[in-house]
């Protein structure tokens, strides 16, 4: 039987409600900027904004306990559910990819945009390719599933504390035009990421062992990562990518 706590976090309020609410007001500030002419000034972010506003609306509705798509039989939850958790990571990555290659707004060639999205793709792939073999041979993973997710929440954070403290800055240091903006507005972005990993490694140790309370603190990541990371990509973006 379900403990209160996880009733609530499974409750129609916090799974879609709260995640779709504080997503839409992301996406309607990010559509109201695309409207205003953002897609001329910066056709990446626009782009970028446009997609991944969406597709995580999307994701919460389609995933959550109350989805419209249970029961399914047919296992298209299960696959959706896939590729979601793909395209929640990759986007940081694309987002990454593009502005440390070239900080500017300016428009690219189409080349220059597919070599940043394939790059972003495979790295925000790598953690799901390594836990696939995992999840289906490591026996612990087979009798507790919680213990798949706070494996791959784990692999997620190194990665991202690896980006954070390591390549991003690298990659700003050897441009030929220094961008302490766009560096700053990256470097955001990567610490969101790190906390929201962390928050839901240490969410998911208390519920495996100490008290399902930590269904609680998992609530905080969740809306991170569904409501805000799109809002706070725009709203941080640095005046000459956004203004």
């Given amino acids: 039987m379900k403990s209160l706590w996880q009733r609530l976090y499974d ?21 109201r900027w695309i409207v205003a002419g953002g897609r001329a000034r910066s056709p990446f ?4 904004l446009g997609l991944f506003g969406v597709e995580i609306l999307l994701d919460a509705w389609l995933t959550a306990p109350h ?9 298209l939850a299960g696959s959706l559910a896939i590729a979601f958790v793909l395209l929640g990571d990759v986007r940081f990555y694309v987002l990454v990819e593009r502005y440390t290659r070239d900080p500017s707004a300016a428009p690219k060639p189409s080349a220059f945009t597919l070599r940043a999205v ?18 289906r041979t490591v026996p612990a993973f087979q009798r507790e599933l919680r213990l798949i997710f706070l494996t791959y929440e784990l692999m ?6 690896v980006w954070l403290t390591v390549v991003i800055p690298r990659r700003m240091r050897a441009l030929a035009t220094p961008a302490p903006a766009v560096a700053r507005w990256l470097v955001g972005a990567a610490r969101f990421i ?21 269904f609680l603190l998992r609530v905080v990541p969740n809306v991170l990562y569904y409501g805000f990371f799109v809002g706070y990509v725009f709203w941080r973006a640095p005046p000459a990518i956004r203004s």
Avoid: R
């Fill in 45 to 48: 972010l626009a782009a970028w």
């Fill in 194 to 214: 790190v906390a929201q990993y962390a928050l839901w490694a240490l969410a998911d140790v208390i519920i495996l062992w100490a008290h399902p309370a930590g």
């Fill in 118 to 135: 394939l790059a972003g793709l495979a790295w925000g792939s790598l953690v799901s390719v390594l836990m696939a073999p995992l999840a």
């Fill in 67 to 75: 989805s419209p798509l249970l029961p399914d039989h047919g296992g």
């Fill in 11 to 31: 409750s129609a309020w916090h799974q879609p409600g709260s995640e779709l609410l504080f997503g839409f007001i992301a996406l309607a500030l990010a559509a």
């Fill in 156 to 161: 997620a954070l190194a990665q991202a504390i």
